[in-house]
């Protein structure tokens, strides 16, 4: 047994002293075999950038007021001249235009991409009123609507743009259809809800009184400050149906409703304003719970000013 023990002991040193002799890439390759492979880092994926098209409608609205004050006949080194050469580089300029073509302002009011890289953009110019010759002094238009063709350098990215033609006088564009309207039943003015409204716009308007007061738990509405108004007359409710027509209806009853309001200012002008609201019944009385002009009315915890006290 002793024996057995003693050889197992030397063998036991006889491979550490062969470890250390073999040398420092023996214990390398040791610790390596005994520790678990390391993984490789993940792949890092590259996503390219989209780049949003370039809006021509600037480049033509401010060409159209460059070329509307531009005259072939002026000084070719004009600074206004030199302006729209580096625009339309090929463009014929207007000549002899004096005061007709006194531009006011130009916007652009609509554009329409017609192949990649080429737009067509609408562009409005105000002008004083003139006569026109065979109408009254004073009926000539003040509007008139120029097309401008306009070209990207890069196909439509975010290069600079070239207008490549003189523009095209056109006819305005015409309004959208905006369909019936589903404020279809007029409330009465001595009303109920005529009433209560009649006393919210004097409060949000003109600030006679809390707006808070007016308004439905939960809804915030900040009155407006600045405008100057003495006085505000409701006009017209409409309402979307007919449950504002009599006496005040159940807790909880809401509608929605377009207001008109001639507000007059300190100084005697008058101001027809228009709202769209939603109300909603509580307590006998009609409270706002909604402005739907602009902005809708911020809802939060609690009511400004105590609305629905």
Known sequence: MARRSARRVSLVRAGVWTVFAAGPVALLVAVAASSPPVPPPPARTTVAATSQAADPAGVAELFCDLWLRADAGADAASATVRAVRSLAPDVALPEGLGQSGAVLRTTAVRSAQLTRGTWSVVVAAQFPSATVEGTKAGTGRTVRYFAVPVASSDAGSAGGFTVTGAPAEVTGPGGAGTGA???????????????????????????????????????RLEPVL???????????VLAESDEAEGAVPVDGTRIRVRVSVRAVDAAGGRWPLAYELSVTSRSGRWEVSALRSGADAAVGAGAVGGAGK
């Not at 009465?188 to 009184?209: I, K, R, T, W």
Request: proline share 4%; aromatic share 12%; no cysteine.
């Open 226 to 236: 600045g405008a100057g108004y003495a006085s505000v007359d409701v006009e017209e």
């Open 181 to 219: 309207s589903k404020f279809t039943t007029a409330l009465p003015d001595d009303g109920a809800l005529a009433a209560s409204l009649g006393e919210f716009f004097n409060a949000y308007l003109v600030g006679v009184g809390e707006v808070g007061r007016y308004l439905a738990p939960g809804t």
